[in-house]
């Protein structure tokens, strides 16, 4: 939230490694999470109003900055 609020852009490194860090963190504590589940969970968090409604509750775009933070991060380390 903050790193948008900021200004940042989702293909910025900091919010790229943010990004990573989630990745990361499903690998470590439910499944492994490759780069296309990843980017594969980034559309959903768009797609379904379920997610879109969890994110953009904490601010208005959230989910859309995720996801693209998301791919960014993917199309640039994988």
């Not at 989702?10 to 980017?39: G, K, N, V």
């Not at 509750?57 to 380390?77: D, E, M, Q, Y």
């Amino acid at each position: 939230t903050r790193l948008m609020q900021d200004g940042a852009q989702p293909d910025s490194q900091e919010a790229m490694d943010l990004a990573e860090e989630h990745r990361a963190h499903i690998t470590r504590w439910f499944y492994p999470c490759s780069y296309e589940i990843h980017t594969g969970l980034a559309d959903m968090y768009v797609a379904d109003p379920r997610f879109t409604e969890f994110y953009d509750k904490h601010a208005a775009g959230l989910a859309a900055f995720v996801k693209a933070a998301i791919i960014a991060n993917a199309t640039t380390r994988a």
